[in-house]
């Protein structure tokens, strides 16, 4: 338990000032609860001698009122200690693994991955805000003021002390029995949580697929693969729920025992003392009373402590992060002179599928290159490499004649801005996202931004204009829309350096026009880096680059590519006679 205790506490951090508080806020209550007993003591003694005094009356009121106001001060302060330790331990562990995702590969970010990190984010961290800082209080607490009880009864009888000592350590065997039960089971128990939220995930960001090819009925073939997979998630979850507390539930009622009859044995105990003439009638009364309240306190502490083995498992869980390798951050801050682009014998691998194989590429500064080749030939995973997204396997990749690796990651994407052909939008505001640039740009650099985009009018036109609050990844537009706000939000950033990763692939015709605008805006006086199979786009191009399996197999213009035989003569005569292609 002290391990365990021990891991909550340094993940707690900066917070442990307000756990130390509440835990000596909640001794001053049990102090405070103290004032009860004598006052319950005064009262039973007057009773006894018939003592009618008011100055006795006058101390069992005070003691009273001092012991309820006390009892309410120390307990509210204790309750708002432990939700700010509680909410800010979450929040600092996400705010931790938020800027720690910057700097991990993005092959780390499977879909394994990212409904493991989900969970941690939510269910995971959820449990610790919820019950990391109580069970710490509640516990420790809990044993303090147990201890101030037992020490309070040798002080009237040590006979009844020894009895109530008896009764503690018997419980603090029972405990630490579940303790050792709990730490068996409640990593199972973490797990299958973990992958509740995982698939649960998948199914919701997968549900235009569930719902396109009729997934979620029966249609009598039985139930789909993806449904089978949720509901034994659903059904492992509740099962390792269930069994944790089916092997928690004979300790717990084993501790509830050992308290009972522990208190029996003190009641017995003082009336046999009193009646073999060994107890006053005024203690034997008291310890009565005291038989009620004296494990009230450890036995909060012996639930805390079963709750504690749990919240330990959601800390480790969320300290996963600690250790996952980040990218290499001893750079220093560049701004080159010059944004020239070289890949020197550039090897790369994916989970064991070597994607570049022994790459060479020299990019001038301010000049246009486009990258042609078959599907998973390897065109993104160079501009992703350049991006410093993936570190190579083998070579190095340099900017301004620079190893990217010697740029903090920080200053290596001040020189880059990358529109993809997937755009992703936040639930905000359109000016928001085209913020997003440069958060400390102003409305008036957002709309001059956007007017270059050309998407200032098609934002006009929205209900609140730039405060219109666009859906989850931009749903509410169009392909064209969201490129259009993609260019905006590169166009405010003004990166030297451009990558275009078939950014105008599923641009509907009506708006290519208006995208090919914005990407002039864009492109003037950068270097570009172009991903693209329109012909349009590509003859322009000062050096076209073809990759296939992962090499460069052809390079030069256009005019020096289209008479050679190979991928480029193929691609420009396909891309041809599709444009030329018409209804007759």
């Known amino acids: ?28 209550n049990a102090v405070f609860h103290m004032f009860q007993i004598g006052a319950i003591f005064l009262t039973i003694q007057a009773l ?6 008011v100055k006795t009356i006058g101390y069992v009121v005070t003691l009273m009122a001092v012991s309820i106001l006390g009892k309410v001060i120390t307990n509210a302060y204790s309750q708002l200690d432990q939700t700010h330790a509680g909410y800010y331990m979450a929040a600092n ?46 516990t420790l607490g809990g044993f303090i003021t147990t201890a101030v009880f037992v020490a309070y009864t040798f002080f009237f009888d040590w006979r009844m002390g020894l009895i109530a000592l008896a009764g503690v350590v018997l419980y603090c065997i029972a405990i630490s ?40 009925r029966n249609n009598g073939n039985g139930r ?20 944790m507390e089916k092997v928690l539930t004979p300790y717990t009622i084993l501790q509830e025992c050992i308290l009972r009859v522990a208190s029996v044995i003190l009641m017995a105990a003082s009336l046999a003392f009193y009646l073999n003439g060994t107890m006053e009638l005024t203690y034997t009364l008291m310890f009565l009373v005291i038989s009620f309240i004296i494990f009230e306190q450890i036995e909060q502490a012996g639930h805390g402590v079963s709750i504690m083995r749990v919240c330990g498992s959601s800390v480790e869980q969320a300290n996963q992060m600690d250790d996952t390798p980040i990218m290499d951050e001893k750079g220093q801050e560049i701004k080159p002179a010059s944004h020239s682009i070289d890949l020197n014998h550039v090897d790369f691998s994916y989970e064991k599928r070597q994607i570049l194989k022994d790459v060479n590429l020299h990019i001038k500064d301010k000049t246009m290159t486009a990258i042609i080749g078959p599907s998973g030939s390897g065109k993104s995973t160079i501009c992703n490499l350049i991006a410093r997204f993936w570190d190579v396997d083998k070579g190095s990749i340099s900017i301004g004649g620079t190893d990217i690796k010697d740029y903090t990651l920080e200053s290596l994407m001040n020189q ?48 609140e204009d730039y405060d219109t609050i666009i859906g989850s990844n931009g749903f509410s537009l169009s392909g064209g829309e969201k490129q259009r706000i993609s260019i905006a939000r590169a166009i405010l950033k003004d990166a030297p350096i451009i990558i275009f990763d078939e950014a105008t692939a599923n ?78």
Not at 5 to 22: C, L, T, V
Not at 184 to 213: C, D, H, W
């Open 1 to 28: 338990m002290i391990k365990i205790f021990k891991k909550i506490w340094d993940f707690a951090g900066e917070e442990q000032k307000y756990i130390k508080r509440s835990i000596v806020m909640a001794f001053l």
């Open 507 to 584: 641009v509907d015709p009506e708006n290519e026009d208006q995208l090919q605008k914005a990407i002039e805006q864009l492109t003037k006086d950068k270097t570009i880096i172009m991903i693209a199979h329109r012909l349009k786009t590509v003859r322009n191009a000062d050096q076209i680059v073809v990759v296939d399996n992962g090499r460069i197999v052809q390079r030069g213009t256009h005019k020096q590519l289209v008479d050679q035989e190979g991928i480029y003569k193929r691609f420009i005569g396909a891309r041809t006679k599709a444009e030329n292609w018409s209804i007759a």
């Open 93 to 138: 562990k996400r705010i931790f693994i938020g800027n720690k995702m910057k700097q991990i590969p993005m092959g780390f970010f499977n879909q394994s991955s990212l409904g493991n990190i989900t969970g941690i984010c939510t269910t995971v961290l959820g449990d610790v805000e919820t019950t990391a800082p109580m069970v710490m209080v509640t």
């Open 177 to 216: 029995a579940m303790e050792k039960k709990t730490r068996e089971t409640a990593p199972y128990r973490q797990k299958a949580q973990a992958e509740l939220v995982e698939n649960v995930l998948e199914t919701i960001q997968g549900m235009e697929v569930v719902k396109s090819f009729n997934l979620s």
């Open 48 to 53: 006894v001698t018939g003592n009618k005094e």
């Open 224 to 243: 789909n693969e993806k449904e089978q997979k949720i509901d034994l998630a659903i059904k492992s979850s509740r099962d390792k729920n269930l069994a």
């Open 416 to 463: 880059i801005s990358m529109v993809l052909q997937d755009v992703y939008l936040f639930q905000d505001t359109i000016e928001n996202n085209i913020r997003f640039g440069n958060p400390n740009a102003t409305r008036s650099d957002v709309i001059k931004a956007a007017k270059k985009a050309c998407c200032h009018d098609f934002i006009m036109s929205l209900p």
